[in-house]
């Protein structure tokens, strides 16, 4: 009989500790304790709260489908089933995890280098499930780095970190911005601990080992050197073409630059080969002659992976032309190394260093025709020498061709492709479509002698092209300047539209103007609320946000549910409602759901599959109607605004500073929600004026409230506490049994209605057991609806379908 398995004991997590801007993050697992075979001790195992492992492609639809809020995953750990609750990191999720083990010196305190990395880091920082360890989250991106010797791995977009709770002493409660030296400096860290590591394993290097490996000397020495400055700086001109599909684009602390891993170059080691613009590292060699811990040259690698260039001056030959240097001297290969060098030559017994000057009547002076003689070395052949038809070559054309490079950029907000400049075939900046496709494929016929029949090739190739040269317009704005430091954000709705200055107008103007840099900074966050502008006809209620936002702003009637509704938002910054149309026709569950979602669910015409797009949007409403908000008892989601004008030039002049100071106080970790407290002193008192009554509502306070006696045996009404549902019905509104609608719409009204008036739904635990509306005591009749702590936004799950206002 085996016996149980015995697991070290874990406390709980300290949740008030955790930073509410990840526990509302849909990012959380929890995790238990299990043994592995061969393992020398338990692993922490990540599950998803509805149950079965996390497992397969990490940040994927299913993966992000399944994970939950802190909320969630911690009652699921409640349930005694799981150890612990874990932060799962996403791609996109502009987070930065910093994982130190064995931190822990032996006299109880912690090691210089953790003391030093978590004063750099400056965010959020707790101890580990061991108590050894620490784990810094930061905001940033950056690329995996690990070193084991020292117990230092910096990771992005996937893994996860258990959560303790924990906090290291002396640390900011939420996350912070890391500053992209110290994540250099972190990386040089972790690569200084492999290169010494790999130092040590290395043999001793002897005088004819390292004579063997020493770069080539006298004649094209210079040469070497500027290829390989050039190839460092041009890593997409031959890094594909050299591993034919095997490399992965990945962005390191210094730039966007490749990996590739031991699998894909065919040799069974664990360490893959990294290039990036600061260097190129292969801790897979231990035997790397005049390279130090690691470091290879472009020259290395095209000698070891390039069967046709086993030579210096053959791999010298075959990368010159793809990184657009022109060699002084004609590289000597294995064919014509003994040939004497021609004089004139740099290094040659001429003397001068200089190429000889170009004619320019020469017939085969370089210029263009070698540019594009380069582009076509780097293209992937077929029989006769002929390029392929396939997306890669596109790809290598775009980024080389001296026309085309530079040409597209993906939009990383609206997800668009655009082109920066005129193309080649007389079309100026704007939105790349499928006739740029198309006229693409000529170019490149005509060019290139490449022909692409599939225009699915075509777009492939240019979306791999454009995912290189990425951009996000609004993140420019908002960091276009910094914050000067005078408060604008509580006061701009008053300069801009002349309300009076108010405590209510001070609080949603700093919300909403905080939630619409957070929208568009961490897309999906928790921002349901609406600002509505009241206004007269003709008053251009709608000017000051299209200025706001254009050209990402949108008052096309958004359809609530409808799935083109949705694909357009996803185009937009800011979203208006004119006139309250298409809300005031849609059902109040439907409206509750679209306000409180953060990510918009819908199929690309001819998709194969659903697309989850995280809202980076916010929703205003404008109307001229006296009344339009049907039941505002108990709702927080509507900030209405009654104005008389609109500066619009006001608006413009402050723009820039609105957003700089929305985001350092979104930064600083500001609430940008109004407590509880503000929504019944500030806000609910605003939306009162704004109210369409229902008549029956009046009806019921009259009969309710009735302080006359109707008999002599009875009190007055308004003194009862307790009023059975037949009695609403015959006495208080006149409407006989067989007159009550079977579907529950006069049930809905009239529940709506004694909430109104203080009362809720009632059954007597004695006697006959009648069902109907008991009064609240006034003090909580008058309170808004409980719901948790200021930890965040509140929660679609925490109120009632019953109190949309539309």
């Keep these: 009989m085996s016996e149980e398995p015995v697991f070290p004991s874990v406390e709980p997590p300290a949740w008030d500790q955790i930073p509410a801007s990840l526990a509302s993050r849909q ?66 999720d502009g987070l930065v995890g910093v994982d130190l083990d064995g931190q822990l010196e032996p006299d109880g305190s912690w ?114 050197q500027r290829v390989k400055e050039a190839a460092m700086q041009n890593l997409g001109a031959w890094v594909p073409r050299l591993f034919g599909g ?133 293209l992937v052949k077929g029989k006769g020498g002929r390029p392929d038809d396939c997306r890669e070559n596109v790809l290598y054309c775009v980024l080389n061709d001296p026309t085309l490079k530079g040409l597209i950029k993906k939009n990383d907000f609206s997800q668009l492709l655009e082109r920066t400049k005129d193309a080649p075939w007389g079309r100026p900046a704007g939105e790349w479509d499928e006739e740029d496709d198309l006229m693409l494929g000529e170019y490149l016929l005509r060019t290139y002698r490449l022909g692409i029949k599939g225009k699915g090739t075509l777009r492939d190739g240019v979306l791999m092209a454009a995912r290189l040269s990425k951009y996000n317009p609004i993140h420019d704005w908002i960091k276009a300047e910094q914050w000067d430091g005078i408060d604008r954000i509580d006061h701009w709705l008053v300069d801009v539209y002349g309300v009076q200055d108010r405590p209510y107008t001070r609080l949603i103007g700093r919300c909403f103007m905080m939630g619409l840099v957070k929208r568009a900074m961490q897309p999906g966050c928790k921002f349901d609320y609406m600002l509505i502008i009241k206004g007269d006809q003709g008053l251009s209620k709608s000017t000051a946000f299209r200025e706001l936002a254009y050209p990402y702003f949108t008052d096309n009637a958004i359809r609530v549910g409808d799935k083109d509704s949705l694909m357009a938002m996803q185009l937009a910054w800011i979203v208006e409602s004119a006139e309250l149309e298409s809300l005031n026709k849609s059902e109040s569950t439907a409206i509750k759901q679209f306000l409180s979602a953060q990510d918009d669910l819908y199929r690309l015409p001819y998709a194969a599959q659903m697309r989850k797009q995280p809202r980076h949007s916010v929703n205003v409403g404008t109307t001229n109607a006296d009344t339009f908000l049907k039941d505002a008892t108990g709702d927080r989601r509507f900030w209405p605004l009654e104005v008389h004008s609109v500066n619009v030039e006001a608006l413009k002049a402050m723009r820039s500073q609105l957003l700089a100071e929305a985001l350092h106080r979104v930064n600083a970790g500001e609430r940008y929600w109004p407590t509880r407290e503000e929504e019944r002193e500030l806000v609910f008192p605003e939306q009162e004026p704004f109210k369409r009554v229902d008549e029956w509502e009046n009806l019921l306070d009259e009969y309710l409230n ?59 635990t004695t006697g006959k057991r009648r069902r109907g509306y008991r009064r609240l005591p006034r003090a909580e009749a008058a309170a808004p609806p409980p719901r948790p702590a200021d930890d965040g936004p509140p929660s679609f799950e925490d109120e009632s379908d019953n109190d949309l206002p539309f």
């Design 706 to 764: 009735d302080s006359t006696r109707p008999n002599i045996s009875e009190l007055p009404r308004a003194d009862r506490d307790f009023f059975p549902s037949t009695e609403i019905y015959d006495k208080a509104l006149n409407i006989k049994a067989d007159r009550i609608d079977g579907n529950g719409n006069m049930d809905v009204r009239i529940s709506n209605a004694m909430k109104a008036l203080g009362f809720e739904k009632y059954r007597e």
């Design 246 to 378: 095997k490399e992965q684009p990945k962005n390191f602390a210094s730039g966007p630059g490749y990996r590739v891993t031991s699998k894909a170059l065919g040799r069974d080691l664990q360490e893959d080969l990294s290039i990036s613009p600061e260097g190129i590292v292969d801790y897979g060699v231990h035997d790397m002659g005049d390279s130090q811990s690691g470091a290879r040259t472009p020259i290395d690698l095209v000698m070891e992976w390039n069967p046709a260039t086993p030579k210096p001056a053959d791999a010298l030959k075959w990368l010159a032309p793809l990184v657009g240097v022109q060699l002084t001297k004609p590289a000597r290969s294995a064919k014509n190394r003994d040939a004497p060098a021609p004089a004139g030559g740099a290094g040659g017994g001429g003397g001068g260093g200089e190429p000889p000057p170009i004619d320019p009547d020469d017939p085969d002076d370089p210029g263009e025709a070698f540019d594009r003689d380069n582009v076509l070395a780097m």
């Design 111 to 224: 090691s210089e280098r953790c003391r030093n990395i978590v004063a750099a880091c400056d965010s959020y920082t707790e101890i580990s499930v061991s108590g050894t360890g620490v784990h810094a989250i930061v905001e940033g991106h950056t690329g995996t780095n690990k070193s084991n010797d020292i117990g230092v791995e910096v990771f992005c977009e996937s893994q996860y970190f258990i959560f303790t709770g924990k906090r290291f002493p002396n640390t900011p409660d939420d996350v912070r911005p890391i500053d992209e030296a110290v994540l250099r400096r972190l990386h040089r860290t972790i690569d200084d601990a492999k290169e010494a590591a790999q130092a040590a394993k290395r043999p001793a290097r002897t005088p004819a080992r390292a004579a063997a490996n020493a770069q080539p000397g006298g004649q094209g020495g210079d040469d070497f």
């Design 27 to 92: 990012q959380w697992v929890v995790w238990k304790f299990e043994h592995k075979a061969g393992a020398k001790k338990p692993v922490k195992m990540p599950y998803y709260v509805q149950g079965g492992r996390r497992a397969g492609t990490q940040g994927d639809d299913r993966d992000r489908m399944r994970l939950a809020t802190l909320h969630v995953a911690r009652r699921a750990y409640e349930r005694g089933e799981h150890h612990g609750v874990g932060f799962a990191f996403l791609p996109g």
